[in-house]
Structure formats: C-alpha cells, structure tokens
Antibody
C-alpha cells in the first residue's frame, strides 16, 4: 500500500523560505509523479504543481509559478515544497498526492499546516 | 478553463443526490474528470476517476458520468448515508495544468 507521510506543521514569519516534505513508501515503481495542492482555511483545493521523481521533470500551475519551488530526492522518494518568500496569504494546508498515468490523484498525504505570522 | 460546481446541496438519508461540474471552455470530453470526497478535517480521497470508474473500495452507491450536451460531469450518490456528508470536488486537466472545481458541500439532513 502506497503511503505519503508529510512533515509537521510549521509557523514562520513573512519573508522566510520554509521547506516542507512528502515521503512516499510502498510504491513499487521507481518513477512516479507527486503533486502539491493548497487548501486555504475554509476554501477549496488549488493545484500548485507536480514533479516526476524519476525524470526530475517539474511543472507548475501558472498561479504558483515563481512563488514556490518543487523538488525531489529520488533516492529517498521524497518531494519538497519550498517558498521563495512567504506571505501572510500563504497560510494554508498543503497536501501532496501521487498522480497516476491517467492524470488523477490516487493517494494523498494528511497535509501540512503552514501558518505565516509576524 | 474553470470547473463550476454548486456551492451546496442537501438531501435526506436514503435518497439520491447529483452534483454537477460544468466546464467553462473546451469540451468536457477532451480530458477525463475525477471526483474527490473530503470529510471535515481530513485529506481528500478519490471517488471517481476517468469520468465513471471507481477505485477499489469505493461503494457502487457512487457513480460518475459526463454529458457533452451540457459540457458537464456529474457525481451521483444513491442511498445517502450520514457519513456521506462532506465536500466534493471535481477535477480535470488541460495542457499539463490540473483544475479543481470550487467544491460542493453535501449536507445529509
């Protein structure tokens, strides 16, 4: 069974550049895609971008291009989401999810709460 | 493109409810539509993929369909149970970008 374990909640100040992680276990393939999805308090799901753990191919939603960096360490099957410079409006829960070849998100992590407060 | 869902729907236990998801531009049939359920304080889980397929473990009370004439997809839940009370999101993609609908809050009265 594939599981995604996300790093714990973080509290940071505006302007900082935290990095949160998502570690995959139980996946039999060496190459798979991991997506990141934002959910602001009381709001819907927003797709941020995706990375191939095998090919290191990364694609961003136009809404998040330049605001965040998605990276991965394939040796430990872990994807990372890092901010260029946090803003108060970045406070949200961030989910990672694996994507199938057909383009749907089959396994989700439990989410990481990011709180931005001065 | 955008995917538009009703903000909320409500129905009684045992009844059937349908949630729509309308694509704003381009054909709904050009890319598959998925549906996710998100219960309060939980991560989303996949309910329907490729328009009408259910992942293993999802009850057949949940079904999906696509209607090209209205350029929309639908999620139908029959035999409503109180545990079905949740937010439901449709999702599709185009040009390497994935789009979620705004979500529909289902209340089971």
């Amino acid at each position: 069974e594939v599981q995604l374990v996300q790093s714990g909640a973080v509290v940071r100040k505006p302007g900082q550049s935290p990095k949160i992680s998502c570690k995959a276990s139980g996946h039999t393939l060496s190459d798979f895609w991991v997506a990141w999805v934002r959910q602001m308090a009381g709001k819907g799901l927003e797709y941020m971008g995706i990375i191939s753990l095998g090919a290191a191919d990364t694609r961003y939603s136009p809404s998040f291009q330049g605001q965040v960096t998605i990276s991965a360490d394939r040796t430990i099957r872990t994807s990372y989401l890092q901010w260029t410079s946090l803003k108060a409006s970045d406070s949200a829960i961030y989910y990672c999810a694996t994507m199938t070849g057909a383009g749907w998100f089959d396994t989700w992590g439990r989410g990481t709460q990011v709180t931005v407060s001065s | 493109f955008m995917l538009t869902q009703p903000h909320s729907v409500s129905e009684s236990p045992g009844k059937t409810v349908t949630i729509s998801c309308t694509r704003s531009s381009g054909s709904i049939a050009s890319n598959s539509v998925q549906w996710y359920q998100q219960r309060p304080d939980s991560a989303p889980t996949a309910l329907i993929f490729e328009d009408s397929q259910r992942p293993s473990g999802v009850p057949n009370r949940f079904s999906g369909s696509v209607d090209s004439s209205s350029n929309s997809a639908s999620l139908t839940i029959s035999g409503l149970e109180t545990e079905d009370e949740a937010d439901y999101y449709c999702q599709s993609f185009d040009d390497n970008n994935h789009i979620f609908g705004g979500g529909t809050k289902l209340t089971v009265l």
